[in-house]
């Protein structure tokens, strides 16, 4: 008994099936070409390389859900809950596809049902069934009741819920009826709701059967077509999101080709690449790059998850007149250029998104830390957009912060970002018998000291410790001196794209005049820079951190160490030698290594460790609104009962102090560059 068989007011039941499966087919094809061109407005970008790594990565991240499983806790299992609900679904297709559309809608469901495929499958359609009805209780309680800050109680999601609640319980009644109308083998749970209905008159129950299978039915078209419209567009665009994830360094941010490009950076939505207007329309909303983000925990408008829905809704409400104007071969105009009150003869006016849709403010306030890519569960990449909107303003527009802007003035004038300073790059060397490249060149490798360490006051302290340790594990290894410059990592971040890559051919060409092969650096910006930004420019050269070479040094028993008085110590990791280049075990090696030392851990580590707020070029910005990114991270590590809190960078180093001193926490609390703590555990052995 199938209700395509019947005849509604003259009208076959097959008749009806199929129409409004065309209908629906045909509206939900017209969205889908509309988005499809809406993504093609954007730039190209080169996404199919590595063929076998994205269909392993699609496979991995949507069918196993492995980014959402990664963040189950015990306090949050909504991964488990995803799970089960897309897994449902997929079951729930496959049944769609072979009993609705093959079986009532060709007239084969009396032979389907009959199958020995049919009494398996029907015991795994009940299990999902079950699970999906489970998991969405428990997403509306948590949605609802006891909401997460990252998310909304949204009627869309309401109707979402609702919707599939409906589609589960419908099917459910549908087999009950079914069963007590045409008798045949089922399952317990089939069984249970054919008791439920089974006092009932059974012409009652066919009609009802009837009723409800069409509505069944009509909810599968339904979805089918509110999909696109909804936030739940992200089941259509994400796996293909997932699938073109950048298969490059993580670390490197692409460059601008100066000699061709016409403008610098990105102001108007058509100007990101495909891919980048792609991550917009596979935002799940989940809010896990809201939640993980250091300018928004601390009280500031930048909120990731917002940026990329703000994105997306520019990029649905100008794209229709940019494709119409791209079809009659208009200039597509920006805010500035479009006419109040234009008609629909004229240029559209479209609001200014680095300043009206996105605004300086929110644009600035990004670290880099890349928290927001390591949670999101469908690969969005945000920090390239931050930076391409930076650079639009710095190159294109000179609105740069004023504290930033005289960082790279300095950069620029002065080859550092250090304005006030009188030191020189050798100052700290005096005493120590560090040799420079130019008095030396047959080195192993180059120390390369960065700006930082070698001209900012509490760092300088670190370059002098890793210069002893170097000679006591006898290290034969050699500076630049006067002839370092900056790596360029700040002007980057800052959007000055022309001003570093200057300073990175220059880098580049007194490393290979020198010869240099092997490069030791003690900041995760220089070594992030060096070691993955410059071979975009021919500087293939091998980079390791100053806590995998203490490591390794350690390992090669190249000296011992003795216990210090520290007592409790903890470890923060930063960005851009975590998140950046998965550098977590080495530093904790070298801090476990010294003996006496109790080490704990602050709740946030590792991959989710929380930014010091300095980097993204931060570290030369004001810091007004809100609470200081860097206070909230240095409580993180008080409240561990520390007396060291152990750094591999010098800006979470300066960050640090700055908070100790901010919560008259100092005296009692140190913090401690690896080098620093490795230098005092082996001055004993001198």
Known sequence: MSPTTTTYLGIPGYVIFWGLFVLVLALFAQRAYKLWSLVRLGGPDSRLDGAGSRIKTMLLYVFLQKCSLRRVTPRDIAGVG?????????????SYLIYIFIGDGLGMAELIRNSAFSIVYSYILDIAGLLVLGSI?????????????????TAEAAYILALISILMLSYFSIEGFFLNISPEPSTPVRQFTANIFSGMDKSVQAGLFTGIWWLHYGLILGFLVFIPYSKHLHIMSSPFNVMFRNLKHRGALVPIDLEKTETFGVDRIEK????????????????????????????????????????????LETGPSLLKMKGTGNKQPTGSEAPAGSTSTEAPHHPDMVSQVITEEVIWECTTCRACQEECPVLIEHVQKFIDMRRHLTLERSQVPETALNALKSIESRGHPWRGTTVTRTDWTKGLGVKT???????????????????????????????????????????????????????????????????????????KNYGVKKILTSCPHCFNTIKNEYPQFGGEFEVIHHS???????????????????????YHDSCYLGRYNDVYDQPRQIIKSIPGLKVVEMGRRRNKGFCCGGGG???????????????????????????????????????????????NADEAVKALDLAEMIEAATAKRR
Request: with cysteine; charged share 20%; aromatic share 10%.
């Open 82 to 94: 995803h799970l089960f609900i897309f897994w449902g679904f997929m079951f729930f297709m496959v």
């Open 137 to 153: 209780l428990w997403a509306a309680v948590r949605r609802y009741i006891v909401r997460p800050v990252r998310l909304e109680p």
């Open 272 to 315: 990101f690449t495909w891919k980048q207007l792609l991550d917009g329309l596979s935002c799940t909303q989940c809010g896990r790059c809201q939640a993980a983000c250091p300018a928004w925990n601390s009280g500031k408008p930048l909120n990731p998850k917002k940026v990329t829905i703000d994105l997306k809704e520019l990029l």
């Open 437 to 511: 490249l130019a008095e030396e060149r047959n080195v192993d490798i180059l120390y390369w000291v960065g700006c930082t360490a070698s001209l900012e006051d509490r760092n300088i302290k670190v370059a002098i410790a890793m210069a002893k340790v170097l000679q006591r594990a006898g290290v034969n290894f050699g500076i630049l001196g006067n002839e370092e410059t900056c790596c360029g990592e700040p002007t980057r971040r800052l959007g000055n794209e022309y001003l570093f890559q200057m300073l990175a051919m220059k880098n580049i060409e007194t490393f």
């Open 548 to 570: 995998q070479f203490l490591a390794q040094l350690l390992a090669q028993g190249k000296f011992q160490i003795d216990s210090v008085p520290f007592g409790i110590a903890t």
């Open 617 to 663: 070029g931060r570290l030369w910005q004001e810091e007004t609104i809100g609470e200081r990114i860097n206070h909230l991270r240095t409580q993180e590590a008080l409240d561990t009962g520390t007396k060291v809190i152990a750094t591999a960078c010098p800006y979470c180093l300066q960050m640090f102090e700055d908070g100790l001193k901010a919560k």
